[in-house]
C-alpha cells in the first residue's frame, strides 16, 4: 500500500482525496517497465486544473494526478534504468491518461524519464518541474535563433508564474537584460531579486493593441498568448524571436502577419510535454549549469500531499508566485 492524491468523478461527482492505494492497481509492466518512488512532486498549472477539475485535462477516471516526479527507480525491465538510479519525469499524458506521481509509488515507461543530473536533489528537481524544464526549452529556442547578451531586452511574461520565474533566473545568469511582466506589483522585489532589470505591469499587453508598434524586445518569453502574445509580437525588433509556451491568458492569437513578413520576427512554439528525449536530456543538464540554486530556493515553497488540493485552488485563484514543491516520499 502507498499513500497517492486520486481523482475520481461518478454519479456523486468529482472528488480528490488522500488515500491508500493497493500496489496492485498500479499500471500494469505491459504498459509501463519501469517501477519509481517519487520522493517530490510539483503542482504545475496542468495539475491545477486536474485537482480543482476546472478544466477537462483528466481523460481517464479514476486517476493520480502529477504530470512531475522525481525520486528513485525501484524495479526495471526497460535497459536504460536499474534499481537505484535517480529520474526525473516531465509529460507525456501522465495525470491525464496514465496514473501520476503525486503519491509515492509510480509505474512510468523508461522512455519518459531523464537521468536526473548529480547537480540537482529530487527536490530542487521538482522546484523546477515542467515549469522550469519550459523555461529551459524557451531559452534554448532564443538562442537557437541567434539571440546573444547585449542584443537588447528580453521581456518575460507570466513573470510570478513557475515558467516566468525561472526563466528570469535563468536569463539573467546567462547575462540578458530581463523585464518581467507582472500585474502583481508587491512582487516587484522578488522579480528583481531572480534578476530582472526592471518591472512593467502586464497591463500593457492585456488588450488588443496596433499590428506594429515601437520595437523594444530582441526577445521574448511568453506563457501567456491571446492579446500578450500578439502585442509581444507587435513590439519585437527586426529579426527578434518570440518563444511561446503557454496559455494563460487565452489560446487565441489575436495578431497581424506584419512582424512576420515586415521585421522578420520569429514565433518559435515550445511543446514540453511530448519534446525527444535527447533534448530533455539537454534541457536538464543545461538547467544544472545555468540555474542558479539560491535563485531557484528563493521562489519555491515546499507542500505535504495533503496540502496539494488547497494549493491548486490558490494557483487558480491566481494567489501563487514561483514553484511549489511537494513532499511525497
Excluded at 548529480?118 to 518541474?129: D, T, V
Excluded at 535563468?170 to 531579486?193: C, M, N, T, W
Excluded at 536538464?284 to 521562489?299: G, S, T, V
Aim: net charge neutral; with cysteine; hydrophobic share 45%.
Amino acid at each position: 500500500m502507498f499513500q497517492a492524491l486520486l481523482l475520481e468523478k461518478g454519479d456523486a461527482g468529482f472528488a480528490c482525496t488522500l488515500t491508500d492505494v493497493d500496489e496492485s492497481r498500479l499500471p500494469g509492466p505491459d504498459r509501463a517497465d519501469v517501477l519509481v518512488q517519487p520522493a517530490y512532486s510539483t503542482i504545475n498549472f496542468k495539475d491545477a486544473l486536474a485537482l480543482t477539475n476546472k478544466s477537462p485535462v483528466v481523460r481517464a477516471w479514476p486517476m493520480v494526478p502529477g504530470i512531475d516526479g522525481a525520486g528513485t527507480v525501484l524495479e526495471s525491465t526497460h535497459p536504460d534504468w536499474q534499481p537505484g538510479d535517480r529520474f526525473v519525469h516531465n509529460g507525456w499524458g501522465v495525470g491525464e491518461t496514465h496514473w501520476g506521481c503525486l503519491a509515492q509509488r509510480a509505474r512510468l515507461k523508461g522512455d519518459w524519464l531523464v537521468k536526473l543530473p548529480s547537480a540537482f536533489s529530487p527536490r530542487q528537481a521538482m522546484a523546477i518541474g515542467t515549469a522550469g524544464y519550459t523555461a529551459m526549452l524557451c531559452v534554448m529556442a532564443l538562442e537557437r535563433h541567434g539571440l546573444q547578451p547585449g542584443d537588447g531586452e528580453v521581456l518575460v511574461t507570466g513573470a510570478t508564474g513557475g515558467v516566468g520565474s525561472v526563466a528570469i533566473a535563468l536569463l539573467a545568469k546567462l547575462g540578458f537584460r530581463v523585464v518581467a511582466a507582472s500585474g502583481k506589483p508587491q512582487e516587484a522585489d522578488y522579480l528583481i531579486g531572480l534578476g530582472a532589470a526592471t518591472v512593467v505591469d502586464r497591463a500593457e499587453f492585456a488588450a488588443a493593441g496596433k499590428p506594429l508598434q515601437k520595437e523594444r524586445w530582441a526577445g521574448v518569453v511568453d506563457a501567456l498568448g491571446s492579446h500578450t502574445l500578439a502585442n509581444a509580437l507587435a513590439q519585437t525588433r527586426y529579426g527578434g524571436v518570440v518563444a511561446a509556451c503557454g496559455l494563460a491568458q487565452g489560446m487565441d492569437l489575436p495578431a497581424s502577419v506584419a512582424s512576420f513578413i515586415l521585421r522578420g520576427v520569429t514565433l518559435a512554439g515550445i511543446d514540453s510535454v511530448m519534446a525527444p528525449r535527447a533534448l530533455r536530456q539537454q534541457a536538464w543538464d543545461r538547467l544544472a549549469q545555468d540555474l542558479d540554486p539560491a535563485r531557484l530556493e528563493a521562489m519555491t515553497t515546499e507542500i505535504g500531499l495533503a496540502d496539494a488540493p488547497a494549493w491548486a485552488e490558490r494557483l487558480m485563484a491566481g494567489q501563487v508566485r514561483g514553484r511549489c514543491v511537494v513532499r511525497v516520499g
